[in-house]
C-alpha cells in the first residue's frame, strides 16, 4: 500500500481509508449510488432548455436570448469534460484512492452549479459553459471513475452486478433531478410586466425585433400565446423583456449547494479492501470462457492492443447515438406529438418523459449488468446493437405516421421504442467496465476506464452536433416551404413585415414553423414531427459499425500481459 499523501489533505488518501476486518462490503455500494445519483442529474439537462432559451423574454424567447443549439452545447461541453477528466484522473485514482478523488468531485460539480448560476443570473453564457460545462464536467469525470474499481474489487465475484449498481445511481440521477428542477424553476419563476393583449399594443418590427411605445418610451417586447403564459398564470399578449424571471439562476445555485453536501458526506463513507482480499467462501472459477482472461495488462499497454479501440468504438457509437437525444429528449417529443396531439402530449407529459427515460437508463444500466454476468459481456453487447438498430429505424416511422394520423398506437410505439433504446444506452455503459475487467484484468481496470470514457467526450460532442445541426437544417428547409406556400399579404399580416425579411424574421426568433402553420393553406401537413427522421436514421448506421467492432472481438495476446502476479495472489494472505 502507499505511504499516506503529504500535507493536509492525506487524510483523504486511500491509505488511510483501508478497511478493517469484517467490514461489510454492501456499505459501499450507497455511497457509490449518491455520488452518481448526484452527477446523473446532468441527463435532466433538457428541463432547462426552454427556461435558458427564453432567460430575458421569459414566456417566450427574444432577440437576444440563447439559441437551442448554444444551449444543448452546454451540456455537450460537459461530458466532454467528463471524459477527459476521467481519462486524466485515472492514474490519479490508482494512487490517491476513491475518497480524495471524491471529495475534488464535490467541489467541482456543486462549484460548477454555482458559477452557472452567476452566468444566467448575468447574462454571460461563457460562465455557464466555465461552470456547468468544464468545471462540472470535470467533477462529473472524476465522480463517475471514483467508485467503479473499488467495486469490481469489492464484488470480483459478480463484477457485472458491481458496476451496474454504481453506474445505475448516474443513470437515475435525472428520475430525482427532473422533477426536483422542475419544482425550483416554478417557486423561483416571476412573470414579466403585461402590457395588454396583442391588438390592444401599438407594436413595430426593426430588424426582426418587435418593440412598443409605453409611457416611459420604447422598449423591447415579445408576444406571448395563451399556452405559453399558461405557467405563469398570465394572459396571451404583449409583454416586456428583461422585466421577469425563468428561475434558471436561482435553482442552479440551490442545487450547487446541495449536491456540494451529499457529495462531500458520501465520499467520506468509501473504503478500500485490503491488500488480497475476497469475499467470505468464495473461490474464483476457472476461466469458462476464451472471452475472459485470467492475466493483468498494465494501463499503458493496454492502448496499445486492437480490443481497447474496437470497445472505445462500441461505447463512442453507442453513447452518440443516444445522447443526442437525451439532450433534446424534451423537445423532441414535444415537436413530434405535441404539435399533432397537443390533448395528450402537453408540457406535464414531456416533462413525465423526460423521467421516464431516466427510470429506463437506470434500470437498464442493473438489468442488462447484471444479465452479462451469465450470457456474457460480447453477447450483451449484440443485443444493444442489433435491437438497437432496428429501434431507431423505427422512429422515423411513428413520426411519419402520426404526422398525417394522429392515432395513439404511435406514440405508444414512439414511448417504447425510445425507452428500451435508452434502457440499452445505460447499460452499455454499466457493463463496459465489466468488459474490461474481462479483457484487461484488474489490475489497472480503474485507469483503463477512465481512459476509456474519452469515447464518451467525443460522444458528447458528435450526439448533439449531429441532432441539432441535421434538426437545424430541416427546419431552415421547412421554414422555406411553408413561407412559399403562405399568402404574402397574410404573412406581412401576421409578422408586421414582408416576406422579403424572412431571414431576419428567423433569425429573430419571430417567424416559427407553429407560427407559419397558422396562415398556411388549409391540408398543409405540419413538417414539425418529422424534423428528426434523418438523424435517426444516421443514429441507427453508426450502431451497425458498432455492431462489426465487437463480432470481431477477440482475446488480448499473451504479449500483452503484465509479467508480474496478480494482486489476489498476494503471497501469505
Sequence with gaps: MSNAAPGALGFLHKSHIVAEPG???????PASIAIHLCIGSVYAWSVFNPPLTRELGVVASSADDWSLSSVVWIFSVAIVFLGLAAAFAGKWLEEVGPRMVGVVAAFLWGGGFIIGSLGISSHQLWLVYLGYGVLGGCGLGLGYVSPVSTLIRWFPDRRGMATGMAIMGFGGGAMIAAPVKGWLLNLYAKAPD????????????????????TASGRVEVVIASAAQVADFGGQAGVYVVGT?????????????????????????????????????????????SGMVSDSNVHIDQALKTPQFWQLWIMLCFNVTAGIGVIGVAKTMMSEI????????????????????????????????????????????????????????????????????NPAMIYLIGFYAATMIIFSMYGGGFATIPAYLADMFGTMHVGGIHGRL??????????????????????????????????????????????????????????????????????????????????????????????LFANLLMKPVKAHHHHEEPRLQAVPGE
Design 23 to 29: 467490514f461489510n462490503r454492501w456499505r459501499v455500494p
Design 244 to 288: 421577469g424571471a425563468t428561475g434558471a439562476a436561482q435553482t442552479f445555485m440551490t442545487l450547487g449547494i446541495f449536491y456540494f453536501v451529499v457529495m462531500i458526506l458520501a465520499a467520506f463513507q468509501y473504503r478500500v479492501p485490503a491488500q488480497g482480499w475476497k469475499p467470505a467462501g468464495w473461490t474464483p472459477k476457472p476461466v469458462a
Design 194 to 213: 403585461y402590457l395588454g393583449a396583442q391588438d390592444a399594443v401599438a407594436t413595430v418590427v426593426e430588424g426582426g425585433r418587435v418593440f412598443a411605445e
Design 453 to 546: 470514457l474519452t469515447a464518451w467526450s467525443t460522444a458528447g460532442v458528435l450526439g448533439p452536433l449531429a441532432i441539432t445541426s441535421l434538426r437545424q437544417m430541416s427546419v431552415t428547409n421547412a421554414i422555406q416551404d411553408l413561407a412559399a406556400k403562405v399568402d404574402p399579404a397574410a404573412f406581412a399580416g401576421k409578422f408586421g413585415a414582408p416576406l422579403a425579411q424572412l431571414d431576419q424574421l428567423v433569425a429573430a426568433k419571430t417567424v416559427t414553423i407553429a407560427k407559419l402553420m397558422e396562415i398556411a393553406p388549409a391540408g398543409t401537413i405540419d413538417p414539425t414531427p418529422s424534423l428528426y427522421n434523418t438523424t435517426m436514421y444516421c443514429m441507427a448506421a453508426l450502431l451497425v459499425v458498432a
Design 337 to 404: 406529438f405535441g404539435t399533432v396531439m397537443p390533448l395528450v402530449v402537453t408540457a406535464g407529459f414531456a416533462s413525465t418523459y423526460v423521467l421516464m427515460i431516466s427510470v429506463f437508463n437506470m434500470v437498464g444500466r442493473f438489468f442488462w449488468a447484471s444479465t452479462s454476468d451469465y450470457i456474457g459481456r460480447k453477447a450483451t453487447y449484440m443485443c444493444f446493437f442489433v435491437l438497437g438498430t432496428l429501434l431507431y429505424m423505427s422512429i422515423p416511422y411513428f413520426a411519419s405516421a402520426v404526422a398525417t
